[in-house]
């Protein structure tokens, strides 16, 4: 065996106290590292710009504050589901809103209404009836996007057919022209 050509170097060996210094020194580490955290982000949102038509930021109308033209007796009205924006360009937000009574039993029709707020008024009202519930349909679901409504009703074959179970589904939609909302089927009827 040949020797070194350097002697052993007594730092070289490892001994308990190096282990336990290592540990110390990792841990140490640790603890200062969890101390320090970043900050807190505090960058603030710039506001939207403002269009020529309305502020950047107006809340749509609330269905809860609007008398619909109903007839439910001693029950409430129930807002089915409602959905916002702007339907007809002028900056401000409609509401469209599904709503039928609060009957305990059977499916009460729905109606469907498009709700608006004047600037400075104190509550909304309603500006169009999409869907009236004397057509005994109901609004299986709907959305408002880009200016048009799209919905999917639900309507009955025959008079035959037990009025709990709607059995004709149609895709209907609705977009603002010269004043008014003009309906359009895009998909036709078919069965559910």
């Keep these: ?20 210094a290592t540990a110390t020194a990792v841990a140490g580490m640790v603890a200062l590292s969890s101390l320090m955290q ?4 505090t960058a603030a949102q710039t506001p939207a710009p403002e269009t020529k038509n309305a502020p950047a930021h107006i809340a749509p109308p609330d269905p809860a504050a609007v008398e ?10 129930v807002v089915k589901k409602h959905a916002a924006g702007d339907l007809d360009g002028d900056g401000r937000p409609e509401t469209v809103a599904a709503v039928h009574c609060d009957a305990s039993m059977g499916t009460p029709p729905d109606g469907m209404y498009v709700l608006t707020q004047a600037a400075g008024a104190a509550t909304p009202r309603v500006v169009a009836t999409l869907v009236d519930p004397k057509d005994r349909t109901n609004v299986d679901d709907f959305a408002v996007r880009e200016g048009e409504i799209t919905a999917a009703i639900l309507d009955y074959s025959s008079t035959d057919v037990p009025r709990c179970c709607p ?3 149609k895709s209907v939609k609705w977009h603002w022209d010269n004043g008014a909302f003009v309906q359009s089927e895009p998909s036709g009827a078919r069965s559910v």
């Excluded at 065996?1 to 336990?20: D, F, G, K, N, Y």
């Design 68 to 77: 619909f033209p109903l007839e439910c007796g001693p029950v409430n009205v």
């Design 167 to 169: 059995d004709v589904r």
């Design 1 to 20: 065996m040949q020797s070194p050509a350097v002697p052993e170097l007594a730092h070289t060996h490892t001994r308990p106290i190096h282990w336990v």
């Design 38 to 41: 970043p900050r807190a982000a």
